[in-house]
């Protein structure tokens, strides 16, 4: 019996000792996989006192998935609590319902300053050549990013 508990203790020792070796992966699929490759980029520029400024980047991650990205330095007016970022094929708002809006593609929203991600599905080619901040409660753009 004593050899019995003894082979049980040491395999449970050698059980905790394993899994606390071992590390949890989580995976985020709304962040680029490895490495992010810029294909475009440009640098916001500010609308109606925004105060917006920084970087916005178009490119892929290693799964070939697209993304926007927007830089560390990025900053806007967030008086409202939230501004919608889109993908636009000029660096004028226009709204198109009837038609689908096929000059602007909704990338998402945000909240806050600094670096972030906007996952792009399904990605989309060069006629889309800004990026573009839109205040939908004031009803104003707060900048736009060329892309080249």
């Known amino acids: 019996m004593n050899r019995m508990k003894y082979v049980w203790m040491m395999s449970l020792v050698a059980l905790v000792m394993f899994s606390a070796c071992t590390e949890e992966v989580i995976i985020d699929s709304s962040l680029p996989q490895g490495t992010f490759s ?22 892929t991650d290693e799964d070939g998935v697209q993304f926007v990205k927007f830089g560390t330095s ?22 198109d319902p009837a038609n689908g ?22 990605a989309v080619g060069s006629e889309f050549t800004h990026v573009i901040l839109w205040c939908a ?7 736009y990013a060329p892309l080249n």
């Open 38 to 59: 810029v294909a475009r980029s440009g640098s916001f520029v500010e609308q109606n006192s925004t105060g917006s400024t920084g970087m916005a980047q178009l490119g």
């Open 74 to 95: 990025f900053s806007t007016n967030f008086a409202t609590g939230t501004v919608t970022v889109y993908l636009s094929k000029s660096q004028t708002y226009m709204a």
């Open 101 to 122: 809006n096929p000059s602007l593609r909704l990338v998402g929203i945000t909240q806050k300053g600094g670096e972030q991600y906007f996952k792009v599905d399904p």
């Open 137 to 143: 409660s004031a009803g104003v753009p707060f900048g």
